[in-house]
């Protein structure tokens, strides 16, 4: 079955950085939209970023675009959110989902989420 493992969450201080790659398998990794989505402690789950198997178009939220960057290791099965100048704002558990063909409105399959901590 499809798995979904997230990495590379943890604290770090307002204006730092962090990676976080999600590693998928049991799957075809190249027909996959794979997505970042967030959700902090009382809110609900929002959409951070996502990327498109065929050319590796991403889109971002407003709120992360410029800072954030997604990208693709087709040969590792791995995509990964750089986050930048990260914002006490942006903390909250993320978590990597994925969509497979036929492509539906909602993710399918989603990992189990890594904590993301921007404190002073």
């Known amino acids: 079955q499809v798995q979904l493992v997230e990495s590379g969450g943890g604290l770090v201080q307002p204006g730092g950085s962090l990676r976080l790659s999600c590693t998928a398998s049991?799957?075809?990794?190249?027909?996959?939209?794979m997505g970042w989505f967030r959700q902090a402690p009382g809110k609900e789950r929002e959409f951070v970023a996502r990327?498109?198997?065929?050319?590796?178009?991403?889109l971002y939220r407003d709120s992360v675009n410029g800072r954030f960057t997604m990208s693709r290791d087709v040969a590792k099965n791995t995509v990964s959110l750089q986050m930048n100048n990260l914002r006490p704002e942006d903390t909250a558990v993320y978590f990597c989902?994925?969509?497979?063909?036929?492509?539906?409105?909602?993710?399918?399959?989603w990992g189990q989420g890594t904590q993301v901590t921007v404190s002073s």
């Open positions: 990327i498109m198997p065929t050319d590796g178009d991403t």
């Open positions: 049991g799957v075809t990794f190249s027909t996959l939209i």
């Open positions: 989902a994925a969509k497979t063909p036929p492509y539906s409105a909602e993710y399918k399959y």
